[in-house]
């Protein structure tokens, strides 16, 4: 059975930082590269960062040097550490695998004011 929940959104001021957690399944975090997406208002969903079975990472250039993304695989989990956010990161924020699956989980709601 796929699993995919995402936390620790929030609403924070521009300049701020969060922390998004995704417990994933654990076969399909054993075996998948991941990502994060995000779907601004108004906007398709994109990738944002994604990370391979081996730890290599890669952004989207609007987040190189404030994003990072990891992954614990004790915990079957794998974060987005989000610094000196910025209005236009506000969107819902989803982890998938890389490629995605068919299957999206809830997303968590990230709003940075200005």
């Known amino acids: 059975q796929v699993q995919l929940v995402e936390s620790g959104g929030g609403l924070v001021q521009a300049g701020g930082s969060l922390r998004l957690s995704c417990a994933a399944s654990?076969?399909?975090?054993?075996?998948?590269?991941m990502g994060w997406y995000r779907q601004g208002p108004g906007k398709e969903r994109e990738l944002v960062a994604r990370i391979s079975r081996y730890s290599i990472t890669n952004y989207v250039d609007s987040v190189k040097g404030r994003f990072t993304i990891s992954r614990d695989s004790d915990k079957n989990t794998v974060y987005l550490q989000m610094n000196r956010l910025k209005p236009d990161d506000t969107a819902v924020y989803y982890c998938?695998?890389?490629?995605?699956?068919?299957?999206w989980g809830q997303g968590t709601q990230v709003t940075v004011s200005s």
């Open positions: 654990g076969t399909i975090f054993s075996l998948s590269a």
């Open positions: 998938n695998t890389f490629p995605p699956l068919d299957y």
